[in-house]
């Protein structure tokens, strides 16, 4: 792939960052889960269905350790696609936000503390900062490297 020389290092260096948190928050859902699940997410159990409360927050931490690799690697080697995932991730947290309130609404609301949402709420802003001013500076980046070679 070739590299675009406009985009800034400093969204590789967001990318690789966030990387590194999703790999923290993946050793949370899966190595600490039932810390994460008691203490972080407030959640009840003891009931019949911890078990599987704990399976999807182990699942999310699986995925936790897909996407913190994917941003480390594309953060080091593919800084245009690291931009474009910094767009991507906060589109698709929207849309899964979405769907869970529409299918839930029909039933009781979460009793559950979701300590790590405020966290989540930062994690997302980083990625929507980053993005738009990735995006902001590689379009001033090109506009000057076209007057610069209009004026050759």
Not at 85 to 95: D, E, K, Q
Not at 116 to 131: D, E, N, R, S
Not at 136 to 145: L, P
Request: aromatic share 8%.
């Amino acid at each position: 792939m070739q590299e675009n020389p406009h985009i800034p290092k400093f969204v590789s260096v967001v990318a690789i960052g966030l990387g590194c948190l999703d790999l923290f928050r993946g050793f949370m859902h899966t190595i600490l889960l039932e810390y994460a699940a008691l203490n972080i997410a407030g959640l009840d159990l003891s009931t019949s269905l911890a078990g599987d409360l704990l399976q999807q927050m182990g699942a999310f931490g699986i995925s936790n350790y897909l996407t913190g690799t994917m941003l480390i690697l594309i953060g080091w080697k593919a800084r245009p696609l690291a931009l474009t995932m910094l767009g991507v991730i906060p589109v698709a947290y929207a849309v899964g936000v979405a769907g869970i309130r529409i299918n839930s609404a029909p039933y009781a609301p979460s009793e559950a503390a979701w300590g790590g949402a405020k966290p989540m709420m930062v994690y997302l802003a980083i990625c929507i900062v980053t993005f738009v001013a990735g995006v902001w500076m590689t379009q001033r980046r090109k506009g000057r490297g076209q007057r610069t070679a209009n004026q050759a």
